[in-house]
């Protein structure tokens, strides 16, 4: 079994950190990567924040996130992706995570939805592969198809890379494609396009569709399996904790912290 890339903190999973105080406790635990979320950078200043991420010599796996295309006007979702294209650029961020969007407010129409998606990748790959920004798909579990992503499965997502081209890849989140049947083939085909790779685990039971994740190990997820089957397409970067869990954010995040890096084992 190849060992677990290095491990990136992203900054929900110690939500009641700042941005800077989480910097900096990556910095003192020896974690090499992070990812930030656009609210924390955002309260932190993107040039502060890109200042004092290259100063404490930390890669910034990802971003998080772009994408909600189906959320409000077009014209505003895109200029939101643009903007947030930019500061994946200041922060030097490896990629933009795409959180699609779910089915517009009020509209049952899901194949629309999934239209209004493309054209809305489409529409900004432009100013990503300008900046030197890969789009990151990120197909999220089906059960959030209505208010998050009508982008579920891996299999659609390279689908769309296929059709999009450069500059366009895939996040792997083995919380969303955990369940797949189709998930060792889809795998193997994004030889070359991962670019990112996210871990959790899914607590059984479950008690709440987005904030109940557990740490690696907690649940049921095989994800050496799945880190393996990302090595295989050629996946050498960072292993990308992710933890929306109330239960996590209720704990002092430096316990958090030691048993994140206690659980980069299980990846
Ligand atoms: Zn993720």
Redesign the pocket.
């Known amino acids: 079994m190849t060992r677990a890339g290095p491990l990136s903190l ?1 900054t929900v999973t110690v939500r009641p950190l700042t941005l800077a105080q989480t910097i900096e406790a990556c910095a003192r635990h020896g974690i090499p990567g992070i990812s930030p979320w656009r609210d924390v950078l955002q309260a932190m200043g993107v040039d502060k924040a890109a200042r004092h991420i290259r100063d404490a010599g930390l890669k910034v796996t990802g971003l ?1 996130r772009g994408g909600m295309f189906t959320a409000g006007s077009r014209a505003a979702a895109l200029d939101e992706n643009r903007r947030a294209i930019a500061e994946a650029h200041a922060i030097g961020a490896d990629c933009l ?1 795409m ?1 699609c969007g779910g089915l517009p407010a009020g509209s049952k129409d899901l194949p629309a939805a999934r239209e209004i998606v493309r054209e809305g990748l489409h529409a900004i790959l432009p100013e990503a592969r300008a900046a030197g920004v890969t789009l990151a798909l ?1 197909p999220l579990h089906p059960m959030t198809c209505a208010d998050r992503s009508v982008l579920s499965t891996l299999g659609q997502a390279l689908d769309l890379c296929d059709e999009l081209g450069e500059g366009a890849g895939v ?1 792997v ?1 083995v ?2 494609v955990w369940w797949d049947p189709d998930l060792a083939r889809q795998m193997a085909r994004a030889k070359g396009r991962i670019a ?1 790779f ?1 871990v ?1 685990d899914w607590k059984v039971p479950t008690t709440d569709l987005v904030f109940d994740r557990g740490l690696p190990g907690e649940g049921v997820i095989d994800i050496p399996a799945i880190r393996a089957m990302a090595a295989a397409a050629g996946w050498t970067g960072g292993v ?1 904790v ?1 933890i929306l869990s109330n239960h996590w954010w209720s704990q002092d995040p430096e316990a958090v912290i030691r048993e994140v890096k206690s659980r980069h084992a299980f990846c």
């Open positions: 992203n998080c995570v959180v990120e996040a989140d919380y969303h990112g996210h959790c990308e992710e």
